[in-house]
Nanobody
Framework: QVQLVESGGGLVQAGGSLRLSCSGS????????MAWFRQAPGKEREFVANIRWDGSTINYADSVKGRFTISRDTAKNTADLQMNNLKPEDTGVYFC????????????????WGQGTRVTVSS
């Protein structure tokens, strides 16, 4: 069974940091694009960041540029999201996703999804 499992969410004050981790199992994601999306309460899911399998291409949403950093370890089948200087508007459920292809931002283009981890940023 192919799975992506997120961890690392929690409650943090504005200005604080969190590090989310995504662990893949059931297959190798070595050549897959890994991505993070988020969904705020009452809003649609949105793209946060993605990284090509070799790290040669990394994309960020404008709202997180300079504050979030995506990384991956292909040997361990993991992808992390370091989130610094968190803001209340970063609150939401964060999802890890994977796709076999180019690093696009379209939600429907991703083949595998995790169940999500909740991040709450208090003001």
């Amino acid at each position: 069974q192919v799975q992506l499992v997120e961890s690392g969410g929690g409650l943090v004050q504005a200005g604080g940091s969190l590090r989310l981790s995504c662990s893949g199992s059931g297959r190798s994601f070595k050549y897959y694009v890994m991505a993070w999306f988020r969904q705020a309460p009452g809003k649609e899911r949105e793209f946060v960041a993605n990284i090509r399998w070799d790290g040669s291409t990394i994309n960020y949403a404008d709202s997180v540029k300079g504050r979030f950093t995506i990384s991956r370890d292909t040997a361990k089948n993991t992808a992390d999201l370091q989130m610094n200087n968190l803001k209340p508007e970063d609150t939401g459920v964060y999802f890890c996703a994977a796709r076999n292809g180019l690093p696009v931002v379209a939600i429907a283009s991703y083949d595998y999804w995790g169940q999500g981890t909740r991040v709450t940023v208090s003001s």
